[in-house]
């Protein structure tokens, strides 16, 4: 487990073995490989080359309610046990997942690429927690520190009606559910704020620099615990971007984004919403500004072990026309604020991933540091207008192709190629 708790600059590590030589202009083509692709076998190999991921979301949920079958169904071969019993899952299992974007394999046509590289994100199948984690309760307190490594979650809630799946509580009922997880973590952040409250009243800032962030990260704290102790996120909380980064170290639980999960039995999955649990997430998820998607873990976990040819079929005969991962991960990536932009040639057609305003130096930087440092220019090209003119030269010829510099902001879709130092 790393350390951190949230990446949220994408560092994609670049795999370029090569060096590179001076006064290069170059589009990228590397290859990157990924665990799955929603249960879609679509693998991209390569020996020599990893990608590195900065954003994890966290499956979260309370024990036995579906999330390692989600997980084992979003990332194909990383088979994490699902069974039917509580605390089946304790050590976390980790996966990469890859983002679908149909506009990929537009480009890639147009562009007769030899390979297609989706941007991606990490899942973290967590352990289940119960009422009392906070205080050491069941799997306790190591469990709450692998949802403070991940910089999303995704909360797992039982929609279904099943005897034979033992509910921890004896029965299904999402807002008790969603109560205890939610609980659970304010707790684990009351404790946290004020073990921190406690360290920052004895000791004394070494500089004016210092004692400006500790003031921000006082007023930050007094803030969020007055929003904990009336059971509100931190994420609830307005607070300045000085006061953010104040208090960024404590990775606060409360503070990540969320995506409620609802896990409903196969046969309400052409109507989730005729379901009253499903309508009971939905109603606390806008509440707690989180966002809602519904899904059958079971028939996502069973898709996997059918053919490609079968999956259609019985998809149909449960009157739905397409899995609900693709939905699942794109909810994921926009939940942290995600951009794609796209390099597109003959070798390759690839998205990456970045944040929302950052610059075209900044953009390049996600590929490979060298190119952030030898930025030059950009040349760019709105993802439409791509597809429109049929081609990067194309777009050329037709004045589609900007010439960018350092300050400008890569928008969501464009299609980039760099110009650099090195
Ligand atoms: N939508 C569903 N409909 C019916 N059964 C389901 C559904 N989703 C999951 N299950 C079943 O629920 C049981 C528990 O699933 P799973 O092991 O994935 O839970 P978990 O949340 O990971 O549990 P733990 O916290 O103990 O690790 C399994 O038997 C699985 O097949
Ligand atoms: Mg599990």
């Known amino acids: 487990m790393r350390m951190a708790c949230c990446h949220l600059i994408p560092t994609l590590v670049h795999p370029l073995k090569s060096s590179l030589s001076r006064k290069q202009s170059l589009l990228l083509t590397e290859k990157s490989h990924f665990i799955g692709f929603l249960g879609f076998t679509q693998r991209f190999s390569s020996s020599s080359s990893k990608v590195s991921m900065s954003l994890r979301a966290g499956i979260v949920g309370l024990p036995n309610v579906g999330k390692s079958t989600l997980f084992n169904a979003v990332v194909e071969n990383g088979k994490a046990q699902a069974a039917n019993f509580p605390f089946c899952t304790i050590e976390p299992n980790i996966g990469i997942v890859a983002v679908p974007d149909p506009r990929l394999q537009v480009l890639s046509d147009l562009s007769k690429s030899q390979r297609v590289v989706p941007a991606s994100i990490e899942l973290v199948d967590i352990a289940g927690l119960v009422k009392g984690a906070s205080q050491g309760e069941g799997l306790g307190n190591k469990f709450l520190s692998h949802i403070r490594e991940v910089d999303s979650i995704l909360q797992v809630v039982r929609c279904f009606e099943d005897n034979d799946i033992v509910h921890v509580n004896g029965k299904v009922n999402p807002t008790s559910d969603i109560d205890v997880i939610n609980l659970e973590l304010v707790f684990s952040d009351l404790d946290q704020i004020q073990k921190r409250m406690e360290k920052l009243k004895k000791g004394k800032p070494k500089d004016s620099q210092s004692k400006l962030k500790e003031e921000a990260e006082k007023s930050a704290l007094d803030k969020i615990l007055q929003a904990l102790m009336d059971g509100k996120p931190a994420r609830s909380v307005t607070l300045t971007e000085f006061e953010k980064d104040a208090i960024k170290h404590l990775c606060l639980l409360t503070m990540k984004p969320v995506t409620y999960v609802a896990n409903v039995a196969e046969t309400d999955l052409a109507k989730p ?134 300050d400008y902001i890569v928008q969501e879709g464009d299609v980039m190629l760099f110009r650099f130092n090195v």
Not at 303 to 323: A, F, I, N
Not at 358 to 386: C, L, N, W
């Open 273 to 406: 919403e005729n379901n009253p649990y499903v309508n009971e997430v939905m109603k606390l998820a806008s509440e707690l500004q989180s966002g809602l998607v519904a899904i059958s873990a079971q028939v996502e976990s069973e898709l996997t072990e059918l053919p490609y040819e079968e999956r259609m079929e019985y998809l149909k005969s449960l009157g739905v026309s397409e899995s609900g991962l693709g939905n699942l991960i794109r909810a994921t990536y926009s939940l942290l604020g995600l951009r794609t932009y796209f390099t597109s040639g003959e070798k390759e057609t690839k998205a990456w991933t970045i944040l929302a305003g950052m610059t075209a130096p900044q953009a390049a930087g996600v590929i490979h540091s060298d190119f952030e440092k030898g930025f030059i220019r950009a040349e760019t090209v709105a993802y439409a207008d791509f597809v429109a003119a049929g081609s990067l030269a194309a777009a050329r010829e037709k004045g589609l192709l900007r010439s960018e510099g350092k």
